[in-house]
């Protein structure tokens, strides 16, 4: 990342330990300067970093280590991402939701904060109820590109058409790999009527 852009963020948070590796750090600061340096951009403006080194890091931490702590911060992360990226106006902006089952394992949604923090720096509406996933797909990881897109298709429907049906809406994911998670949720708002949609995510899983 550019120094200015770090410089930036770094004093918009302060946590007194790296969300990256834990190490101390000075107040107002997010990642210790190792783990800035493993920060890198990504091409997709709507993902704005490459998945891996500190920003994979805290991620992990705070999907399977209970650091809801971190999501807030990852979250004005996405934002810092992002820029200008979202030059449109949209009406509503939702997560990509979990399954129940995964939802009752976890206790909570980690994109729920990435969404949030859209909404709020773009003052959108957030609803984060706006989906609903109707069957448990989180073994996508093991699976090839094809077999993830079969596995996720109709995977996800909206909870209530009126609120999706001729809106614009942005849907929020953490990791975009294939792009099969968030194309499934892009269907599902298309067959609620919904007017427009973009999806943004974190990261870009590196080809
Ligand atoms: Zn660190």
Redesign the pocket.
């Known amino acids: 990342m550019a120094a200015n852009t770090v410089f930036w963020f770094l004093e918009q948070l302060s946590p007194s330990l790296?969300?990256?590796?834990?190490?101390h750090?000075p107040k107002n600061t997010a990642?210790?300067?190792?783990?800035?340096a493993s920060i890198e951009r990504s091409t997709h403006i709507h993902s704005p970093f490459l998945y891996g080194g500190?920003v994979a890091?805290a991620l992990t931490k705070l999907k399977y280590e209970v650091r809801r702590d971190l999501g807030p911060m990852l979250g004005r992360l996405l934002v810092l991402g992002l820029g200008n990226a979202l030059d449109e106006r949209f009406d509503v902006v939702a997560p990509v939701p979990l399954h129940s089952d995964k939802l009752t394992e976890r206790g909570y949604n980690q994109c729920v904060w990435l969404s949030r923090a859209v909404a709020h720096a773009s003052a959108i509406e957030h609803d984060a109820l706006l989906m609903r996933r109707t069957r448990n797909t989180e073994a996508q990881a093991q699976l090839g590109i094809r077999e993830r897109e079969t596995n996720v298709a109709n995977a996800f429907t909206v909870r209530e058409r009126r609120r999706v049906a001729n809106r614009s809406v942005i849907v929020v994911d953490d990791v975009r790999t294939t792009g099969a998670t968030l194309r499934a949720c892009e269907m599902a708002l298309y067959e609620a009527d919904a007017s427009r949609v973009r999806t943004l995510s974190l990261c870009l899983t590196p080809r």
């Open positions: 790296c969300m990256a590796c834990d190490a750090v990642f210790c300067a190792v783990c800035v500190a890091r």
